[in-house]
T-cell receptor, first 117, second 111 residues
Framework: DTEVTQTPKHLVMGMTNKKSLKCEQHMGHRAMYWYKQKAKKPPELMFVYSYEKLSINESVPSRFSPECPNSSLLNLHLHALQPEDSALYLC????????????????FGEGSRLTVL | QKEVEQNSGPLSVPEGAIASLNCTYSDRGSQSFFWYRQYSGKSPELIMSIYSNGDKEDGRFTAQLNKASQYVSLLIRDSQPSDSATYLCAVNFYGNNRLAFGKGNQVVVIP
C-alpha cells in the first residue's frame, strides 16, 4: 500500500486567512516532503523532513510554515498568502531520505489545490 | 547547476504504437532515476525506477539507462488512450537529498 493522504483536496482562502494543509502516511516512511506545482510546470520542492526534523527549506517565504508532529503526519500552515501562491500543493514521502541509494522512491499524495483570492 | 532535460515537445502516437521518451541529465554521479506519469489535474504517479545500466521492463513500460551517455529513456509499448498524460523524468543526484525533475513530456495517444 503506497498511500499518502492529503486534506483538504480543495481550499479557497483570502489573503488574510490562516489555514493548514495536512498530509498523512502509514507506510513507515521516514522522509516527507512538500512540493508546489503550477500548471504545466514540474513540481518544485519546498520542504523536506528527514526523521521528523526539517532538513531542507528551499528558501520558502515565511508565510508558509511546515510542521511534522510525528513520523506519519506533515502539516503546512498558511498565513497571509498572495494570489500567486495559488497552486497544487503536493505532499510526498519516501522510505528513507533522498540520497540513500535504491530506496529514494518518492510517492505523492493527490494534492491540495489552493486558490488565494 | 545539476539539470534534467526533456526537450521533446508534445508527442502524438497512434493507438498500439510505441511511444519513446528521452531524458538527459548533467551529473555523471547520478544514482537513481525515475519516471512519473501525471494526468491533467492529478498528482504525479511513480511508474518506473531504474538504478543500473540497461533495460528494466514492467508490463508495457521499459526504462533504459545509459550512465556513460547520461540519458534515461522510457518506452511505452502498445500505447493506449489511457497513456495520454505528461511524463516527468526525475533524477536523484549523488549526495543531493532531493529529486530534480525535468519539465515533462506530454504524450497524446490517438485512437
Amino acid at each position: 500500500d503506497t498511500e499518502v493522504t492529503q486534506t483538504p483536496k480543495h481550499l479557497v482562502m483570502g489573503m488574510t486567512n490562516k489555514k493548514s494543509l495536512k498530509c498523512e502516511q502509514h507506510m513507515g516512511h521516514r522522509a516527507m516532503y512538500w512540493y508546489k506545482q503550477k500548471a504545466k510546470k514540474p513540481p518544485e520542492l519546498m520542504f523536506v523532513y528527514s526523521y521528523e526534523k526539517l532538513s531542507i527549506n528551499e528558501s520558502v517565504p515565511s508565510r508558509f510554515s511546515p510542521e511534522c508532529p510525528n513520523s506519519s503526519l506533515l502539516n503546512l500552515h498558511l498565513h497571509a498568502l498572495q494570489p500567486e501562491d495559488s497552486a497544487l500543493y503536493l505532499c510526498a514521502s519516501s522510505q528513507v531520505p533522498q540520497g540513500d541509494l535504491d530506496r529514494g522512491e518518492l510517492f505523492f499524495g493527490e494534492g491540495s489545490r489552493l486558490t488565494v483570492l | 547547476q545539476k539539470e534534467v532535460e526533456q526537450n521533446s515537445g508534445p508527442l502524438s502516437v497512434p493507438e498500439g504504437a510505441i511511444a519513446s521518451l528521452n531524458c538527459t541529465y548533467s551529473d555523471r554521479g547520478s544514482q537513481s532515476f525515475f519516471w512519473y506519469r501525471q494526468y491533467s489535474g492529478k498528482s504525479p504517479e511513480l511508474i518506473m525506477s531504474i538504478y543500473s545500466n540497461g533495460d528494466k521492463e514492467d508490463g508495457r513500460f521499459t526504462a533504459q539507462l545509459n550512465k556513460a551517455s547520461q540519458y534515461v529513456s522510457l518506452l511505452i509499448r502498445d500505447s493506449q488512450p489511457s497513456d495520454s498524460a505528461t511524463y516527468l523524468c526525475a533524477v536523484n543526484f549523488y549526495g543531493n537529498n532531493r529529486l530534480a525533475f525535468g519539465k515533462g513530456n506530454q504524450v497524446v495517444v490517438i485512437p
